[in-house]
């Protein structure tokens, strides 16, 4: 029997496509607030980012367990079983579906800075505990953000988050990381092909996901 409750890292993104950026990232955090593993949530369509340079979701899972390798990292498309399409839903069902879990959303510095333009944002920070990451040139914007200020309140530290049990939502912890500046955005425009490659001849190929072992094809993204 555990003594407490599995602590799982909930990181959302588009992942397009994932990079060494987002392991470092998820390892330092996992190892700041003591969890257990990480969920990498990749989103079948991200509302706040263009479909035009989005990549076919079955390519972008792929490169999500490609980095995933060898860590307490699950990659998922547990989104489009779920059928939710914004963040407040999808918490709100993982919550539901795994209750014996304790998540915590994982977040950069530059989506804290918008936090307060997300669908229920309010709602997100009382379901369960946020954990911010710095990101180069996004401290200030999100320090002075709308969200920041209603969060403030609620700051905890990570050595008292990784007691397990003394905190509850809302609970908002600050990661100072050092700064890595690699970026999908960067990827794409050096390898314009990348998909492409990853998916290989058998790109209609099924992608079979770890939580829920539905298959998923990278016509169904289109």
């Known amino acids: 029997m555990r ?22 990232i998820t390892l330092f955090a996992a190892a700041a607030l003591g969890l257990d593993e990480t969920w990498w949530l990749v989103s079948p369509g991200n509302p706040l980012k263009p479909k035009a340079d989005m990549a076919p979701l079955a390519a972008r899972l792929r490169s999500a367990r490609a980095k995933a390798r060898r860590a307490a990292i699950i990659p998922t498309a547990i989104e489009q079983q779920l059928g939710t399409r914004y963040t407040v839903d999808t918490l709100a069902a993982l919550v539901r579906r795994y209750p014996a879990r304790r998540f915590v959303w994982l977040m950069g510095a530059d989506n804290l800075a918008d936090f307060h333009r997300w669908k229920d944002w309010r709602r997100i920070a009382r379901t369960m505990p946020i954990a911010v990451i710095a990101r180069p040139g996004y401290d200030a914007k999100a320090m002075t953000s709308p969200a920041m200020a209603w969060l403030r309140r609620s700051l905890v530290s990570a050595a008292s988050f ?21 970026s999908a955005t960067a990827i794409r425009r050096a390898h314009a092909g990348w998909a492409e490659a990853l998916l290989g001849p058998d790109g209609a190929a099924p992608v079979r996901d770890r939580l829920t072992f539905r298959k998923v094809r990278p016509e169904e993204d289109a």
């Open 162 to 182: 990784r007691k397990r049990g003394q905190w509850s939502a809302p609970a908002l912890v600050l990661l100072r990381f050092d700064p890595d500046h690699r």
């Open 3 to 24: 003594a407490h409750p599995q602590i799982t890292g909930l990181l959302g993104g588009s992942f397009n496509p994932a990079h060494g950026g987002h392991r470092r």
